[in-house]
Nanobody, 117 residues
Framework: QVQLVESGGDLVQPGGSLTLSCAAS??????????MEWYRQAPGKQRELVAA???????NYADSVKGRFTLSRDNAKKTVSLQMNSLKPEDTAVYYC?????????WGQGTQVTVSS
């Protein structure tokens, strides 16, 4: 079993910054070898991939956040952090952390990010 817990969501003004964290736990979960991903889902929209980080630390970003968001991981602490800068109203969504072990996906409960003046 794997448990993912997100934190850091908040209300922030346009142009502001926020850092989301995802803490992973689980007795059979060797955190360092798995890809970790952040998704988001805005009201009335499908869940979309925001960013992903491989075991080696390579990252990929959605075009909509490229240059504004930075994803990093701390394998010793079993955490991933999503640094979000220059936030826009369209970044408003529930943000979810996700990983996959074999054919099974594990999701966190989500954290709300609202960008509004």
């Amino acid at each position: 079993q794997v448990q993912l817990v997100e934190s850091g969501g908040d209300l922030v003004q346009p142009g502001g910054s926020l850092t989301l964290s995802c803490a992973a736990s689980g007795s059979i979960f060797t955190f360092s070898i798995y890809v970790m991903e952040w998704y988001r889902q805005a009201p009335g929209k499908q869940r979309e991939l925001v960013a992903a980080i491989s075991s080696s630390g390579s990252t990929n970003y959605a075009d909509s956040v490229k240059g504004r968001f930075t994803l990093s991981r701390d394998n010793a602490k079993k955490t991933v952090s999503l640094q979000m800068n220059s936030l826009k109203p369209e970044d408003t969504a529930v943000y979810y952390c996700k990983t996959s072990l074999g054919v099974r996906d594990y999701w966190g409960q989500g954290t709300q990010v609202t960008v509004s003046s």
